[in-house]
């Protein structure tokens, strides 16, 4: 797929901006905090309709505007489609395909699928469960509508179950029905992510020997709450049942995929608390390449990827390995960097280079550096 044009308007410290790209590499050049990573931000959320940087939609509009827009013009198998959002100070945000309002937000989701890597995704080795179980989340539901409602609908009865556990008196015929929904959307959600870390497996391994020039061999393995010996549903029905009472204690639920994570290791040491700085940020870009594969695998054409600050995360080596896969594959990728020197040794004729300086955008013609 090919995100041909991005027009921004109000969008963080954009008052407006219209951006045709190229067809492969499209590097963002300019000083810190000029708005390079700002028009990332704004590609992903035409993805996901959230941002990977805030939780509050209200931080993307410029000061003193009521609105922010961020819209787009996307070229893919299926046929090309032109996505709008618009993202209010206050209320909800509105998006349209085509000039149709989707009054479905899931709807809207998943049209264009892009894959990000920024300096803060060092966290999915070095962070908590969380960050991992929203990487798995995230990508899953890019590709797969059934997984973005089965997981609205876990953490809705998760809520529920949960605050029936906090009560003095518990309705076990209530929670019993409690139970029986989370085993229902909640097997699902392991059963969609056991398979995701299975193929990401294959791909990642593959990709970090390939980064390593072969010297490095990296493992990912899902790691349930609970054990899964024959039948997913039956175990986690037992282990809801033996897990009641430390749950009635502590009023919320211990097990089901919301408890879950995946380990990373590299020659079997825990890439977490063994693992170097360098060997850390490359199983990170492993994992966001393989990512590329996976939903390339589930979409049936490559998306976008998002390179915010990437060269100052990996080595030479690493980089010049990364622009090979990406050339190889020719994926539409975007890349910001503060250092123009970045791009001397990068030939390629299907790359764009544009200048951003304070919110405002040219087309870099000439692309030799000094």
């Known amino acids: ?31 810190n905090a000029q708005g390079k990573t700002n028009l990332l931000e704004a590609i992903f959320y035409l993805c996901h309709l959230s941002s990977p940087r805030t939780a509050e939609d209200s931080d993307l509009v410029m000061f003193g505007s009521n609105e922010a827009l961020v819209a ?20 909800k945000k509105k998006a349209t395909i085509d000039g149709v309002a989707q009054y479905k937000l899931a709807d809207f989701q998943g049209i264009l ?13 070095k962070g908590g469960p969380s960050e991992r179980r929203r990487f798995m989340d995230l990508e899953i539901s890019q590709v797969n509508p059934y997984y973005r409602y089965a997981l609205v609908q876990y953490n809705k009865v998760l809520q529920q179950r949960n605050n029936l556990l906090k009560e003095r008196k518990i309705d076990i015929k209530l929670l019993e029905v409690f139970s029986e929904q989370l085993i ?7 059963e969609r992510r056991v398979a995701m870390i299975k193929r990401l497996n294959l ?24 054990e ?20 009635k204690q502590k009023g919320y639920t211990l097990i089901g995929p919301h408890r879950d994570d995946f380990s990373m290791m ?48 990996i080595d030479d080596l690493r980089r010049i390995k990364l622009f090979e896969i990406i050339k190889q594959n020719k994926v539409q990728t975007f890349i910001s960097t503060a250092n123009p020197k970045d791009l001397e040794d990068i030939i390629s004729k299907q790359r764009k280079v544009f200048e951003i300086k304070a919110g405002q955008v040219g087309v870099k013609q000439d692309v030799t550096f000094g």
Not at 9 to 29: H, S
Not at 271 to 300: M, P
Request: net charge negative.
């Open 1 to 31: 797929m090919l995100l041909t044009n991005l027009h921004l308007a109000q969008f963080r410290n954009y008052k407006e901006a219209e951006l045709t790209f190229g067809k492969e590499l499209n590097f963002l050049v300019g000083n």
């Open 72 to 91: 787009g013009l996307l070229q893919k198998i299926s046929g090309d489609y032109e996505l709008e959002v618009t993202i209010p100070v206050k209320g």
């Open 113 to 125: 699928i892009c894959v990000y890597f920024s300096p803060d995704d060092l966290k999915l080795v």
């Open 184 to 190: 229902e959307t909640g097997s699902l959600i392991i």
């Open 203 to 226: 791909l990642s391994r593959l990709l970090q020997r390939r980064l390593t020039d072969l010297k490095e061999n990296l493992m990912l393995e899902y790691t349930p709450s609970f």
């Open 228 to 247: 899964i010996k024959n039948d997913l549903k039956e175990d986690f029905k037992k282990a809801l049942e033996l897990s009641l009472e430390e749950e």
């Open 266 to 313: 590299i020659d079997d040491l825990d890439v977490r608390s063994f693992g170097s700085q360098g060997q850390q940020r490359t199983v990170v870009l492993a994992l966001k390449l393989a990512e590329l594969e996976f939903l390339r695998g589930e979409a049936g054409e490559y998306p976008i990827l998002l390179l915010d600050d990437v060269f100052s995360e």
